[in-house]
């Protein structure tokens, strides 16, 4: 079990590394990278095959061409000896058949007179029997019969070798009717030069073609990334809010139809936004206007109840209770409306804080003492505990959230006080049945009625919103969940002092009722559980 979280965490900093590795990988360096290795592939594919091509055609001409020379030379020179010549007459053609433009060394091997046998090399320090490989020693030795394809016993063969580091062409012919043994030795060193300065070239030449590839990547990347850089910061400030944001349209391609696309989508978005937002701001002007309209004649109504409450008990019997529901409907009908009132402040973004250091303690008992509910909370915070907060909306806050779990959890109720790091937290908790599962989303959304047969409550139904929303001007939160012990938690988290704002409020947004009267202010999920 204390493995799975540091394997889950493993993954998830594996995860990140990816992430950022991915966000440096950007689409302008894969391009470049792409036409890069394209570039690479090509040139040194073009180089490997010119390079073995003119290497085949520049060793098959000097072959050629020293082994044609050879053949005719053996010929001329050989022809002219006796049936037995001597070593120096060996020699002496072996210098000659040397001195020819080729440049070739020859080693002559025959029997000479007096038996045995003679090895005229003409460069003793070079050229000896030995520098020839065994096997071209056989192939040019071995007799062959002479068929229809096969007009001569001895051919001419030729081999490559190095000495010391140097290529050499070795090749080698026996004379045809009787004669000697002819080998040559030819330094092809020249060629080597040559062919390494061809790979240079070539080597220069891919240099230059990746160069190039990279400045004709930069060019595409731009061209091609430019318009789609233009198109991510319109749609970045399209959705920070500027719906009046265009792209400039040029050219015919797929990039010009996407942004004529961006254009005709923002368009359509400004207008059903201007549309909207219309149709919001008379709407909150009409619920601003109503309420404030509904004061007057509510504070006439108020005074006239509050002095049929006062002769209540010298009321007829059958009229009293008729009173009292005027009474009840008229203080309800008030706190809608000082409910509405707060939630049109919050929605055309005009509520603002009044900071004030302040005892959370402190406030936390004021606020239980204003509503006499002293009996039937209990109460956990330490003195001391001080935070830069708007001590009218935490009243409004712990109003809301206490009268709450009275209402539907009954008494106790247990308010917790704590605090976290930076953090404020105050948890609520009654002993009820708790939320069912399928309320519990909405128990801070506006009106919200868990059951359809029952739209009728005690509250507005605006309470636990306008206290997320004073928790939400503070830079707090507040979350709801089911004890496992049984009842409701309403958890509420504030910054103990990061607000930045404190402006004097345009109204008293109280949101909950503050008068003492025992009565619980006005909940959301008074209908919800």
């Known amino acids: 079990m204390n493995q799975e979280p540091g394997r889950v965490r493993g993954w998830a900093a594996a995860k990140r590394v990816v992430q950022l590795s991915m966000r440096w990988v950007s689409l302008r360096l894969r391009l ?33 061409a020293a082994l044609d020379d050879f053949r005719k030379s053996l010929q001329d020179n050989t022809g002219t000896l006796p049936l037995t010549p001597t070593c ?30 003679c090895a005229a090399p003409s460069d003793r320090d070079l050229f000896t029997l030995e520098v020839v490989p065994d096997s ?29 580091g140097k290529p050499y062409l070795v090749g080698g012919a026996k004379v045809i009717g009787g004669g000697p043994t002819g080998y040559l030795l030819k330094s092809l060193d020249n060629e080597r030069a040559d062919l390494n300065s061809l790979a240079w070239s070539l080597g220069i030449a891919t240099g230059l073609a990746l160069i190039g590839s990279a400045l004709l990547a930069q060019a595409a990347a731009s061209t091609v990334l430019r318009p789609v850089q233009r198109l991510g910061d319109a749609a970045r400030r399209l959705g920070e809010g500027k719906l009046d944001t265009r792209l400039q349209v040029s050219g015919t391609d797929e990039l010009a139809d996407l942004s004529r696309t961006f254009n005709r989508t923002a368009e359509s978005l400004q207008k059903r936004v201007e549309d909207l937002s219309a149709r919001e701001a008379a709407s909150r002007r009409f619920v601003a206007d109503m309420s404030h309209e509904l004061r007057t004649p509510l504070t006439a109504i108020t005074a006239v109840t509050e002095v049929l409450e006062d002769e209540a008990e010298n009321l007829d019997p ?6 009292q529901l005027v009474v009840s409907e008229t203080r309800r009908l008030n706190e809608l409306v000082e409910n509405l009132m707060e939630v049109t402040r919050f929605d055309a973004g005009t509520a603002r804080l009044v900071l004030d250091d302040v005892d959370v303690a402190d406030q936390v008992t004021a606020c239980i003492d204003a509503r006499a509910w002293l009996d039937a909370v209990d109460l956990d915070a330490e003195r001391g505990i001080m935070a830069l907060l708007d001590p009218r909306r935490l009243d409004v806050i712990l109003a809301n959230l206490i009268g709450n779990a009275l209402k ?26 708790g939320i069912p599962e399928d309320v519990l989303p909405h128990v801070f959304d506006r009106f919200y009625k868990a059951s359809a047969s029952r739209p009728r409550s005690e509250g507005s139904g605006l309470g636990l919103s306008i206290a997320l929303e004073n928790a939400h001007i503070h830079g707090g939160e507040i979350t709801a969940a089911n ?36 009565t619980s202010p006005g909940t959301a999920e008074g209908n919800a559980r």
């Open 32 to 64: 470049m990278l792409v036409f890069a290795l394209v570039a690479l592939a090509a040139a040194v594919s073009a180089s490997a095959i010119a390079y073995w091509l003119n290497r085949d055609a520049v060793l098959t001409r000097t072959q050629n």
């Open 88 to 117: 120096p007459e060996l020699q002496e053609a072996a210098d000659r058949m040397a001195a020819t433009s080729q440049k070739y060394e020859v080693l002559l091997i025959d029997k000479v007179t007096g038996g045995g046998s």
């Open 136 to 164: 071209l020693r056989r192939a040019v030795n071995r007799e062959r019969p002479v068929t229809e394809s096969n007009h001569y016993p001895y051919h001419l063969y030729w081999q490559r070798i190095t000495l010391d």
């Open 318 to 323: 059958m009229i009293a209770p008729a009173v």
């Open 408 to 433: 539907h959890g009954g008494s106790p109720v247990r308010v917790a006080v704590r605090t976290a790091d930076d953090s404020l937290v105050i948890e609520v908790r009654d002993h009820g049945p």
């Open 483 to 518: 004890s496992p012990d049984g009842g409701a938690v309403f958890t509420l988290t504030l910054p103990r002092g990061t607000a930045t704002e404190s402006e004097p409020d345009d109204g008293d947004g109280s949101g909950a009722d503050g008068d003492g009267d025992g």
